[in-house]
């Protein structure tokens, strides 16, 4: 049996501009690429129907079909990565196991584990910076330390970007100047170094026990024009003023050094919701208590009310608040909700509801197609005002005032609740005021308890 490399891919689903990958194809050995269907995450999935894992199949599949016409193949394994590795093991002559960092806590432990598997056997594991531009420890304060508010985290963010400019040969024979960091890597150079194979099995859906479905995954690619005016759209939700590619990030199958680079051409607004998106990786990173805990830890005395009926009400979109009952329902039906309106849903929740935002952060974990740990819960602790950059907490939105401002028309609010505006659309289920007032005291309460 020949000896291998094994590079397994995990959340960077693509065969370009792929880091970890790239080293693995530049290594001594052939390359096998691996992908594991981790069943302690998709065990604790509720329904077999989960637009995400078909996602993730249909994905694989294509990946497997482009190696295969090329001689080579994707190993697909179902299972415990506890289990699998040591299987692998057995199975093949491995030389060296490759990788692209994961930052959330549980995937830091599973490659602990099987990073420990493999110095026991002598085998190398070498992990890489794929998923974020910067990692914690490249953006740091001046008198050192990771930042934990965004605007001056952003500030040095892109001076670091800048600082370290390179030359590259772009796809069109041309040379161009690009940030060191932006540079992609060329896996296409090195592709004949993937291992030489029959093509392998691969678990089917059903296999694994879920199901197709028939929610719509957003493209991968996005017009200029949309990135050149976001700054002008990106607040309305009733227009396709977003470039709905959240799935793509979480998962990789698009790069970020690559929008990055096109962000910093286009649109300098976009190129800071990428850096939102660095910014709550390196938070989680570096703060895990945060999956659990309020970021500000004198906010878990805040005495939520967690009524659940309210809750459900919540849910489905039943609250006679029309623009929280159109994000909830855009969300139940499409995966996805407009990032004005994910704000507005989370207030309400967490401030007119007075309910634990760690329930509503769970729902739309359970809902959202591009649902990632740390944006998730960095956007759910900003609303609760738990979080690094949170408002203070008596800045309770208004859901009036927001629709009036975001929605003036109705439109947004018409697509997603037809029966507004007649007798079947219910009151609303708590007066904003008395909602507002008695939130104020609830915060004060909690926080003077800490
Ligand atoms: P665009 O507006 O086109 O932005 C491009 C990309 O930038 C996004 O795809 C995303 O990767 C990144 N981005 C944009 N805004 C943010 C932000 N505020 N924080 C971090 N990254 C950002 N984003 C997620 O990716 N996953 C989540 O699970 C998630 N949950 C959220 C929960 C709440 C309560 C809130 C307020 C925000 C949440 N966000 C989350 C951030 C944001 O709402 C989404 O990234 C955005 O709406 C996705 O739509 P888009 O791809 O069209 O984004």
């Given at each position: 049996m020949?000896k291998?490399?094994?590079?397994w891919?995990r959340?960077?689903?693509r065969l370009?501009?792929?880091?970890?990958l790239?080293h693995?194809?530049?290594?001594?050995?052939?390359?096998?690429?691996?992908?594991i269907?981790?069943r302690?995450?998709l065990?604790?999935?509720?329904s077999p129907k989960?637009?995400?894992?078909?996602?993730?199949?249909d994905?694989?599949?294509?990946m497997?079909?482009?190696?295969?016409q090329?001689?080579h193949s994707l190993?697909?394994?179902y299972?415990f990565?506890?289990e699998?590795?040591?299987?692998?093991?057995?199975?093949?002559?491995?030389a060296a196991v490759?990788?692209?960092?994961?930052y959330?806590?549980?995937?830091?432990?599973?490659?602990?584990?099987?990073?420990?598997l493999?110095?026991?056997?002598g085998?190398?594991?070498?992990d890489?910076?794929d998923?974020?531009?910067?990692?914690a420890?490249?953006?740091?304060?001046?008198?050192?330390?990771?930042?934990?508010?965004f605007t001056p985290?952003?500030?040095t963010w892109k001076?670091?970007l800048?600082?370290r400019?390179?030359?590259?040969?772009?796809?069109?024979?041309?040379?161009q100047e690009i940030?060191?960091?932006?540079?992609p890597?060329?896996?296409?150079?090195?592709a004949?170094?993937?291992l030489?194979?029959e093509?392998l099995p691969?678990p089917t859906?059903e296999d694994m026990?879920?199901e197709?479905?028939?929610i719509?995954?957003?493209?991968k690619?996005?017009?200029r024009?949309l990135?050149r005016t976001?700054?002008e759209?990106?607040d309305?939700?009733?227009?396709n003023g977003?470039s709905r590619l959240?799935i793509?990030f979480?998962?990789?199958?698009?790069?970020i050094r690559?929008k990055?680079?096109?962000?910093?051409?286009?649109?300098?607004t976009?190129?800071?919701?990428?850096?939102?998106?660095d910014?709550?990786?390196?938070?989680l990173?570096?703060?895990p208590h945060?999956a659990?805990?309020s970021f500000?830890p004198?906010?878990d005395y805040?005495p939520w009310?967690n009524?659940?009926?309210d809750f459900?009400?919540?849910?489905?979109?039943?609250t006679g608040?029309?623009?929280?009952d159109?994000?909830?329902?855009e969300l139940n039906?499409t995966g996805?909700?407009?990032?004005?309106?994910?704000?507005?849903?989370?207030?309400?929740?967490?401030k007119?509801?007075?309910?634990d935002w760690?329930?509503g952060?769970?729902?739309?974990?359970?809902?959202?197609?591009d649902f990632?740990?740390s944006?998730?819960n960095?956007?759910w602790?900003w609303?609760a005002g738990?979080?690094?950059?949170?408002?203070?907490?008596?800045?309770v939105?208004n859901?009036?005032s927001?629709?009036?401002?975001f929605?003036k028309?109705?439109?947004y609010i018409k697509?997603w609740?037809p029966e507004?505006?007649?007798d079947?659309y219910p009151e609303?289920?708590v007066?904003?005021?008395?909602?507002?007032?008695?939130?104020l005291e609830a915060?004060k309460?909690?926080?003077?308890k800490?």
């Amino acid at each position: 049996m020949a000896k291998v490399s094994i590079f397994w891919f995990r959340r960077d689903l693509r065969l370009h501009d792929n880091a970890g990958l790239y080293h693995a194809l530049r290594g001594a050995h052939p390359v096998l690429p691996l992908f594991i269907f981790d069943r302690e995450i998709l065990d604790d999935l509720e329904s077999p129907k989960d637009a995400r894992v078909e996602f993730l199949h249909d994905t694989l599949a294509g990946m497997k079909e482009s190696l295969e016409q090329e001689g080579h193949s994707l190993l697909v394994r179902y299972g415990f990565p506890k289990e699998i590795w040591p299987a692998l093991l057995k199975e093949f002559d491995v030389a060296a196991v490759y990788t692209n960092r994961d930052y959330e806590p549980y995937a830091k432990k599973r490659d602990q584990m099987v990073r420990e598997l493999l110095d026991n056997a002598g085998i190398p594991f070498h992990d890489f910076k794929d998923h974020v531009i910067f990692e914690a420890e490249e953006v740091q304060k001046k008198t050192g330390g990771n930042y934990t508010v965004f605007t001056p985290y952003s500030r040095t963010w892109k001076e670091v970007l800048n600082n370290r400019m390179d030359s590259f040969t772009n796809p069109d024979g041309e040379q161009q100047e690009i940030s060191y960091y932006l540079k992609p890597y060329p896996v296409e150079a090195y592709a004949s170094h993937f291992l030489e194979t029959e093509p392998l099995p691969m678990p089917t859906l059903e296999d694994m026990g879920f199901e197709p479905t028939d929610i719509e995954i957003p493209p991968k690619s996005v017009s200029r024009g949309l990135i050149r005016t976001y700054d002008e759209t990106r607040d309305i939700p009733a227009i396709n003023g977003t470039s709905r590619l959240g799935i793509h990030f979480r998962f990789g199958t698009i790069s970020i050094r690559e929008k990055a680079w096109r962000a910093k051409q286009l649109n300098d607004t976009f190129l800071n919701e990428l850096i939102w998106r660095d910014f709550y990786a390196q938070i989680l990173d570096e703060h895990p208590h945060v999956a659990e805990r309020s970021f500000r830890p004198k906010y878990d005395y805040v005495p939520w009310r967690n009524d659940e009926a309210d809750f459900k009400k919540w849910c489905e979109g039943k609250t006679g608040y029309p623009i929280v009952d159109a994000g909830m329902r855009e969300l139940n039906a499409t995966g996805y909700m407009h990032n004005r309106v994910r704000m507005i849903t989370a207030s309400f929740l967490t401030k007119h509801l007075l309910i634990d935002w760690r329930w509503g952060e769970a729902y739309f974990a359970k809902k959202l197609l591009d649902f990632d740990l740390s944006s998730n819960n960095g956007g759910w602790q900003w609303a609760a005002g738990s979080g690094t950059d949170a408002a203070p907490y008596f800045r309770v939105f208004n859901p009036y005032s927001q629709q009036k401002k975001f929605d003036k028309d109705f439109k947004y609010i018409k697509k997603w609740v037809p029966e507004f505006g007649t007798d079947r659309y219910p009151e609303p289920m708590v007066e904003h005021k008395m909602a507002r007032e008695r939130c104020l005291e609830a915060y004060k309460s909690g926080l003077e308890k800490a």
